[in-house]
């Protein structure tokens, strides 16, 4: 496994125990839902700055994103749909379009 999957499936792990949601992560972390979400699958590049912020958000030391994962560990399961979302880009209720 190489280390930005690594930091990737730690940072979900963490977000998800603390029943953030990737907006509200990255919102907190002052970066876009799309880079978010290609750090948390291994995919994106970043610089310390944004560990050190990601870290932050989460309430944990930057070392503990570098905590090794087991060979076969699995991502951990999303948030139930619906909970949690309590912000941008849901319709109003009772708004018709």
């Known amino acids: 496994m ?8 730690n940072v979900r792990r963490l977000r998800l125990a603390r029943k953030m ?3 509200d992560l990255a919102f907190e972390a002052d970066i876009s839902g799309n880079y978010m979400s290609a750090i948390e699958l291994g995919k994106q590049n970043f610089t310390i700055q944004i560990l050190e912020d990601i870290a932050k958000v ?3 030391a ?3 994103l ?3 994962v087991s060979a076969g560990a699995q991502m951990p399961k999303n948030l139930p749909r619906g909970k949690n979302v309590h912000h941008r880009g ?3 209720k009772g708004k018709k379009d």
């Open 58 to 60: 989460l309430g944990v």
């Open 2 to 9: 190489n280390l930005r999957r690594q930091i990737g499936m």
């Open 90 to 92: 849901r319709r109003m």
């Open 62 to 64: 930057p070392l503990d």
């Open 66 to 68: 570098f905590a090794p």
């Open 21 to 23: 949601t990737q907006l």
